[in-house]
């Protein structure tokens, strides 16, 4: 299906390169390089030349291209995915090659090439098969209304902002009702009439209703972002049982309230979505570009600035102040927010605009771009491959969570949990936060309820209170092994970054232990702190570990992400800071209230 991949140095090596066929491919690569690259073009990296298409990747820090190419014909979903992969796989396969700059030997990675291949083709069969395709007539809700079922609904705050919209139902026989919300008369005949020729076209289903009518300019309005978050999860009884009282009430539920979360979770954890309905914003845009007087948005006093000069630090000045003061009231720690504008003002300084593009729009556009690589993973991290290969070489995969208190570490524990048994791994959760009364019994009912759910699947190693924690994380690791039990999640106290005894001990579990990937939780709500809790954790666990190469943080669980409407900040803070990935995003109390971070959706939310 791919007829090139190609990796090369941006000084023009070719590091590694694949091709299914004889054709030569160098004048389109030439032409993307010619064209695109070069010209810092990089926003969108789809490149169409003569029957091809060409898609492409940089590493900026390795200063490496990634270029796949296809015939333009075909369509394939996962060559985003396959791209991303491929690139994190090359880097984390040579990354001691790439950082001594050593190009000049033979990348073996065809079969790594291959497997990565493979993975994203089942992926993107995977994704075929979620079920989302478009519903029939009779399966909506439409042919479910009927005239008294509106007349019912009247009241409902939605239907009152669509009564103008006609509702046709096709009955039995062919023949079209109309709703009696149909005020005018005329236009309820003809959409009448059009239904009925629809109806006698294709008897079968309606795949529209009949056009309504235009609505008024102040309908039109652009509609607030909302985040998806819990998968629709949200009638469900919540996590919450962090105190006895509410670990007791967990016995009162039945785990049959569960049952429809069974399955929802399996294959890799689900990405971060923003409902789409803002798709309009980059084309509003250009319009309040080309009429500045009607916009109103943060950017549209920069509209004028427009020319064919170099931009210079004066000119970006005003536009990298407002941008800055924008990224701190979403939660960007201003630390940060100071340093990514300055960086972009290095980058851009000395470049040459074009007639149509403005200082605002060009600013931007690099800050974005800047904001996505920020938020991408520099490694690949793939639990489940991870803990399959652990699984293979009989011995369990060890996951250790810290923060500081009531941030959601045992929360979103179990949350990882019903995600891992849900793709039938088994896991052994050590209880080794023994300070905080009712953190064991807290466990407990969470590991009662998915053991319910996975039966066999999740086990519980537990000493009591006033232990060491490191000793029992050490005897869970053993008794997982011994048992033959995939994953041991161990939950240690929370502590606050600056008390040095207990940084002490957390930094002794790990060193004793070696968990695979050590996870910092930290809430999406708190942005300077959470980044302060963050460089303090890792810099404890450097500073009392007492080895050369010691074991800190490999990744970030960020929760309460439901909780922040845009103000998504912290996301870019803690990854900035740490240079390390957010592995999981909490969006909520329920079991499957866990995502995956999508670097998109959040830049997305971070620049409207
Ligand atoms: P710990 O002290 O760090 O173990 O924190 P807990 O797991 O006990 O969680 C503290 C509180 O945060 C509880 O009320 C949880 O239900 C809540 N919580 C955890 N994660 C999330 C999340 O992603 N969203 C929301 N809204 N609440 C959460």
């Known amino acids: 299906m791919l007829d090139l991949f190609s990796i090369f140095s941006k000084g023009g090596i ?19 390089i ?178 309504s009518p235009k609505p008024s300019s102040t309908e039109r309005v652009k509609k607030p972002r909302v985040w998806e978050l819990g998968g629709g999860s949200r009638d469900l009884p919540s996590l919450e049982y962090t105190t006895d009282k509410d670990a ?131 490694r690949r991290v793939d639990i489940l491959r991870d803990c399959l290969h652990a699984k293979q070489q009989a011995k369990p995969y060890v996951m250790a969570f810290c923060g500081v208190n009531g941030v959601g570490k045992s929360t979103n524990l179990a949350k990882i949990c019903f995600w891992l048994s849900e793709n039938k791994l088994s896991v052994l959760i050590a209880a080794c936060d023994t300070f905080r009364a009712g953190a064991v019994e807290q466990l407990r009912t969470h590991v009662r309820r998915l053991d319910a759910m996975h039966p066999g699947m999740v086990h519980l190693y537990e000493k009591g209170y006033g232990k060491d924690a490191a000793g029992i994380a050490m005897e869970a690791i053993k008794y997982a092994a011994d048992a033959n039990i995939d994953v041991v999640l161990i939950d240690t106290a929370g502590r606050m970054q600056d008390n040095e005894p207990l940084m002490r001990a957390l930094a002794k579990l790990i060193k004793v232990n070696e968990p695979d990937l050590v996870l910092f939780v930290g809430e999406a709500l708190v942005g300077n702190e959470a980044v302060d809790q963050l460089v303090k954790f890792n810099q404890a666990l450097a500073d009392h570990s007492s080895t050369s190469n010691p074991h800190v943080i490999d990744g970030i669980v960020l929760t309460k992400f439901d909780t922040i409407d845009d103000k998504v900040g912290a996301a870019i803070s803690m990854t900035y800071i740490t240079g390390q990935p957010i592995v999981f995003v909490g969006t909520g109390q329920t079991y499957t209230d866990l995502k995956a971070l999508n670097a998109n959706a959040v830049v997305h939310a971070l620049m409207k």
């Open 34 to 211: 010619r064209n695109v690259i070069l010209q810092e073009r990089s926003g969108n990296n789809t490149f169409s030349h003569k029957a091809l298409n060409l898609q492409y990747k940089l590493d900026n820090e390795f200063e490496l291209v990634f270029v796949v190419a296809y015939q333009r014909i075909l369509q394939l979903s996962y060559v985003d995915k396959f791209l991303n992969d491929v690139h994190l796989e090359f880097r984390d396969k040579y990354k001691n090659e790439l950082q001594g700059g050593r190009y000049i030997m033979d990348f073996d990675f065809k079969t790594s090439f291959d497997n990565v291949l493979k993975q994203c083709e089942q992926w993107a069969k995977s994704q075929a098969k979620l079920p989302k395709q478009m519903r029939t007539f009779e399966d909506s809700q439409k042919s479910k209304k009927t005239v008294a079922s509106m007349i019912e609904r009247k009241g409902d705050e939605k239907n009152k902002k669509t009564v103008k919209i006609v509702e046709t139902k096709v009955v039995p026989n062919g023949k079209v009702e109309e709703s009696p919300e149909a005020d005018d008369d005329v236009i309820a005949a003809n959409r009448a009439k059009m239904a009925q020729k629809l109806a006698a076209k294709n008897k079968k289903e309606i795949k529209k209703s009949p056009k």
């Open 14 to 32: 070719v590091l590694w390169c694949f091709q299914s066929t004889s054709e030569i491919f160098n004048p389109s690569v030439n032409a993307l």
């Open 248 to 378: 007791a009430r967990g016995d009162e539920v039945q785990p049959s309230e569960y049952k429809e979360l069974l399955g929802t979770m399996t294959g890799a954890i689900r990405d971060l979505e923003v409902e789409s309905d803002d798709s309009s914003s980059e084309e509003e845009e250009e319009e309040q570009q080309a009429s500045p007087k009607k916009s109103g948005g943060m950017f549209s006093i920069f509209k004028g600035l427009v020319g064919s000069k170099a931009l210079s630090e004066e000119s970006m000045r005003p536009v990298l102040d407002k941008l800055r003061d924008h990224l701190i009231s979403k939660n960007v720690a201003a630390d940060i927010a100071n340093k990514l504008c300055d960086s972009v003002a290095v980058k851009l300084e000395g470049k040459v605009l074009g007639t149509f593009d403005s200082v605002a729009r060009t600013v931007k556009a690099t800050l974005t771009e800047a904001l996505v690589q920020i938020l991408s993973p520099k």
